[in-house]
Every structure is written in structure tokens, then in C-alpha cells.
């Protein structure tokens, strides 16, 4: 008989192709990257789903396969994600690294701001992935990422809890 670890659900929908936003715990961010199927739980049963492409627009995204059109997607949202205990990778055989002691994990609540002094949102989380940190907030009513690096901090103020970036055009609009 198959086990099942619990890893995160399934949010809202996302564009017209079938995405799905998905919430998954951070200790299993590794393994859903790797993941072909997925179990979303329907009913009571574990339902198998084959994970077509994955995607970071704001929200972490999946598509499945057969899942093509956001009527399809939508009767998806609101599920909790399963992976089967067999497919939970190992800690020996792990590369991401989840970490409390992160360079920027002091930042959890600063609010984050661009140069000018537009207040983007207050940071929720800093997780690492395996080039850099990235802050998440809520901005103009959905979930992004601002990577936290040299190249987009320009100062942080520890007093106010303040952190003031300068971020290439564009990357609010994802």
C-alpha cells in the first residue's frame, strides 16, 4: 500500500492554458521540483496527476498534463498536494539547502521599497534557492519574488526595517 507525504495545495488559477498556483512547503520545494506526478487529494483518494512543466510567475506554477484550459485547472484549486513517501528525497541526497541561518533571513518583515520610496510590501518570507535568496511579498494583490543580492539591494535601514532596492525594469510586471 502507498504512503503519502503531504507537501502543499493547489491555490487559484492562473492565465487560460490550465496553470495552477500551488503552496508547498518549503522542505519539499526540492521535491516537487523533481516530481513527474503529484497526488491531489479528491474525494478522500489520492489522485495521481503528471506534471507537464513547472513555472515562477510570482506564485509557483504547475501544469498537468490533460489539464488544458482554466475550466479544467479550476476544478484543481482548493487541493491539497500529496507526493508518494517513496518519491521524498533522502537528506543525504538533497542539494537545496533550507536554512535558518540565511544571509538575509533578518529580513522577514522589513518593508521592502524601490528608490524612489514606493512601498512595494512587507517581506513574508526570504527563502534560498540554489543561486540566491529571494524575498517574497504580496505586491498589487499577488505573491512575488525580489532576489536579494549586491546587485539589487542598495541599502538596508535595520532601524526603520527598511530595505531599498533598485530593480531591472520589468521585473514588477511578471
Known amino acids: 500500500m502507498n504512503t503519502y507525504q503531504q507537501i502543499g495545495y493547489t491555490k487559484k488559477t ?3 492554458k490550465g496553470a495552477l498556483r500551488v503552496q508547498i512547503e518549503d522542505q519539499y520545494l526540492e521535491d ?11 474525494n478522500g483518494k489520492k489522485v495521481p496527476y503528471f506534471v507537464e512543466d513547472r513555472a515562477i510567475i510570482g506564485d509557483l506554477l504547475v501544469y498537468f498534463e490533460e489539464i488544458e484550459t482554466r ?20 537528506v543525504e541526497e538533497r542539494q537545496f539547502e533550507i536554512s535558518e541561518d540565511l544571509e538575509y533571513a533578518f529580513l522577514k518583515g522589513y518593508q521592502i521599497s524601490l528608490e524612489d520610496n514606493k512601498v512595494l510590501g512587507k517581506i513574508d518570507e526570504v527563502i534560498e534557492f540554489p543561486q540566491q535568496e529571494m524575498a517574497f511579498l504580496q505586491y498589487e494583490g499577488k505573491e512575488i519574488m525580489i532576489p536579494l543580492n549586491d546587485h539589487f539591494i542598495h541599502s538596508i535601514d535595520k532601524e526603520k526595517k527598511i530595505l531599498i532596492v533598485q530593480l531591472p525594469e520589468g521585473l514588477l510586471d511578471i
Do not use: M, P, R, Y
Not at 516537487?32 to 479528491?42: P, T
Not at 485547472?73 to 491539497?80: I, P, Q, R, V, W
Open 14 to 16: 492562473h492565465g487560460t
Open 32 to 42: 516537487f521540483s523533481l516530481s513527474e506526478v503529484l497526488f491531489l487529494e479528491i
Open 71 to 90: 475550466e479544467q485547472a479550476s476544478s484543481l484549486t482548493g487541493k491539497t498536494i500529496f507526493l508518494a513517501e517513496k518519491d521524498i528525497l533522502q
